[in-house]
């Protein structure tokens, strides 16, 4: 009897054996192609950084006094002549304005978003940063080809050499936008942060460095560096009002021509959540965010380059995969509970075979990828069994995206587009603002082409 399947005789069973089986050798197959695409690609040659590029750090806000007067004081540090700091208060009822305000530097400029324009969603916060930026006098009179927007939440933490090591990339003049690695900078604190973390290292360290290979390199919403005339190359309002505009951006960007390209010798440390809750909720918006992206879908099978093809238009669908892998998950469980409950009550005995394929098909890609994790955060202990307790733990980390992809269908389902905001905790600087920050509720963009189906 296949634990796979809750019913296993018949033409059924067979199929659903099969699908099973199918489903996780195609898994098994493009995690290898991926680890060793990793393995071979290398950024391309860059040579020296190109003369005269001007960074603008544009951070959106939201109620972001809890961490917004660090974040400043850390991109401060540098007495850099071509770097600007570019706030964009989104409607906040905190004093996140006037801590900016606060701010002694001329590099640091405010732009404030008032309601009902304001709380728009995160694309529509840089679309007016973008706008605003044209028409300022130190941004208008510059080769838009050298000024470089990089976008960082709040809470974010780039590298001190992070833009030393960018620079380069954008050598080239094909060279649209360059992403980062993330790092959860509290995962030494909790559990489910260093899980977070683990996730993020494996995404950039096999999947991000793979896609690099195929010109599929995807980015993120933290970390973000975008040259000004590849956003103006894609008309005036660059990002969407996706939840996920970040995604689309990369896409988009890829479909015009430019190139994106992943720097892996630079991070930027955010905030991991702490709290299950919200770690389900920030998913689910993600989930449903990537669902909204399937309206690319078109221009991509039109418009990719050949190379990059085959992995946007499954980078694009695997939420569908996960869907399918949560049903045969389900399965999984409740033939088990099932080969157990018989085999208690008197029935014959499980074959281990079963089991413990299941087992070494899951548990030893997790434990490559949980390797691969030990080689970026070499921790004092983390030996082979505390490596392997962390890949055990993973594997139940990893059934989040199962809960938080049926919440995502039903909210697409339900037309239901508004999403409470990932709260921040507090960090060490004078007025950094409450103990605990405020969850706020972000409505469905004003702007948004229509219910998302």
Request: charged fraction near 20%; include cysteine; charge should be positive.
């Amino acid at each position: 009897m296949s634990v796979f399947d809750i019913d296993t005789d018949g033409v059924d069973g067979g199929l659903g054996r099969l699908f099973a089986a199918g489903m996780i050798v195609f898994g098994l197959l493009y995690l290898a192609t991926m680890l060793l695409l990793a393995a071979v690609h290398r950024p391309r040659r860059t040579g020296a950084a190109p003369e005269d590029l001007f960074f603008v750090f544009v951070l959106p806000c939201l109620n972001e006094e809890a961490v917004i007067g660090a974040s400043l004081d850390r991109l401060l540090t540098t007495d850099a002549a071509n770097r600007r700091v570019l706030v964009v208060d989104d409607g906040s009822d905190d004093r996140t304005s006037r801590i900016v305000q606060e701010a002694s530097d001329a590099r640091v400029w405010l732009l404030r978003r008032d309601p009902p324009d304001a709380r728009q969603g995160k694309g529509a916060a840089l679309n007016v940063a973008v706008a605003h930026l044209a028409a300022h006098p130190e941004i208008s009179a510059r080769d838009p080809d050298k000024v470089i927007i990089v976008v960082v939440d709040a809470d974010g933490r780039l590298d001190p050499h992070a833009v030393e090591t960018v620079a380069p990339c954008f050598t080239d003049a094909r060279t649209g936008a360059v992403q980062i690695g993330v790092r959860i900078n509290n995962r030494r604190d909790s559990l489910l942060a260093r899980l977070q973390d683990m996730e993020f290292v494996i995404y950039t360290s096999v999947f991000q460095r793979g896609r690099g290979w195929l010109d599929n390199v995807g980015l993120g919403g933290n970390g973000q560096f975008v040259r000004l005339s590849a956003l103006r190359s894609l008309g005036e309002r660059p990002w969407s009002h996706s939840l996920t505009e970040d995604l689309d951006l990369g896409v988009r960007l890829l479909l015009a021509g430019w190139r994106n390209e992943f720097c892996p010798r630079a991070d930027v440390h955010q905030q991991g959540v702490i709290r299950p809750v919200r770690l389900l909720r920030q998913r689910a918006r993600w989930f449903q965010g990537h669902l909204q992206s399937w309206t690319l879908l078109p221009r991509v099978a039109r418009h990719a380059r050949p190379r990059a093809l085959a992995d946007m238009l499954f980078h694009l669908t695997c939420p569908l995969l996960i869907l399918l892998a949560s049903l045969l998950t389900l399965a999984f469980a409740l033939g088990t509970a099932g080969v157990l409950t018989a085999w208690l009550t008197g029935g014959p005995a499980p074959e281990p075979a079963h089991f413990l394929g299941t087992y070494l098909l899951i548990g030893i890609p997790i434990l490559v990828c949980a390797l691969i994790y030990r080689s970026r955060e070499r921790l004092t202990g983390f030996g082979l069994v505390r490596l392997i307790g962390y890949a055990h733990v993973y594997m139940l980390y990893a059934l989040v995206w199962f809960v938080a992809g049926w919440w995502a269908v039903g909210r697409v389902a339900g037309h239901r587009t508004n999403w409470h905001k990932t709260a921040r905790s507090p960090e060490a600087v004078t007025g950094a603002g409450p103990a605990t920050a405020p969850e706020v509720l972000i409505p469905a963009a004003a702007a948004q082409d229509g219910p998302v189906r």
